[in-house]
């Protein structure tokens, strides 16, 4: 199994700051994955960070407001720039693992709220 | 576009009863997966299946997959409070590393 270490894990924000959560595998991975969790919502991909090249955004998300960076196989980075309230969710980052990369694992949440 | 439905969207029952909580999914998918999520916390695997037909248990949870009819079902057997949780489905899409998760079924076991 891959064990995931996210920090923050809370923070409260001031609005019109920028903060970036930080994701730590116990594993070299391939793909890193990046979702958002709205409140009493599901999760919703917002990119695919794979190592040495530019992360992939979903719609509705723009590098701009989400940059990721990937600099090795165990580690990523989301920043949410130019925080509003509506920004208040909870960032998740997700690995595939498993004897046939079967399984998704997830960290353990960063849990954003902005003021 | 993929869309994965869950229903209930909320379950209040018993301790001791019996319930299912369905997954719907809109295109073919090679895998499904359960989880369950506890407030405050992140989300806790329970299920991957991966072939149609397959059905898997542990404990008061049973999980089956109907690729056929793109269905998954999350049978509860005789509920305890501590299965109170977000239970999530999701699914992968089909020649991508995507995976979209269903609209979760929020679970309140009363005593």
């Known amino acids: 199994s891959a064990v995931i270490s996210q920090k923050p894990s809370r923070d409260i924000c001031q609005r019109g700051t920028s903060l970036t959560i930080q994701c730590q595998v116990d594993?070299?991975?391939?793909?890193m994955f990046w979702y958002r969790q709205q409140p009493g919502q599901s999760l919703t991909l917002i990119a695919t960070?794979?190592?040495?090249?530019?992360?992939?955004?979903e719609s509705g998300f723009v590098i701009d407001k989400f940059p990721i960076s990937r600099p090795n196989l165990t580690f990523s980075t989301l920043t949410v720039s130019n925080m509003s309230p509506e920004d208040s969710s909870i960032y998740l980052c997700?690995?595939?693992?498993?004897?046939?990369?079967?399984?998704?694992?997830f960290g353990e949440g960063s849990w954003l709220t902005v003021v | 576009e993929l869309k994965v439905e869950q229903n209930p969207l909320f379950l209040s029952m018993q301790e001791g009863k019996n319930y299912t909580i369905y997954c719907n999914y809109s295109t073919t998918s090679d895998r499904l997966y359960w989880y369950r999520q506890d407030p405050g916390k992140s989300l806790e695997s329970l299920f991957v299946?991966?072939?149609?037909?397959a059905v898997k248990q542990e404990g008061r949870l049973m999980a089956s997959l109907d690729t056929k009819a793109r269905l998954s079902t999350l049978h509860i057997t005789a509920a305890v409070h501590d299965l109170s949780a977000t239970y999530f489905c999701?699914?992968?899409?089909?020649?991508?590393?995507?995976?979209?998760f269903g609209t979760g079924t929020r679970l309140k076991v009363l005593a």
């Open positions: 299946l991966l072939s149609n037909g």
């Open positions: 960070a794979n190592q040495g090249s530019e992360a992939t955004y």
């Open positions: 997700s690995v595939e693992g498993g004897r046939s990369g079967n399984t998704i694992y």
């Open positions: 999701a699914v992968d899409i089909p020649g991508t590393y995507k995976y979209i």
């Open positions: 594993s070299q991975v391939t793909m």
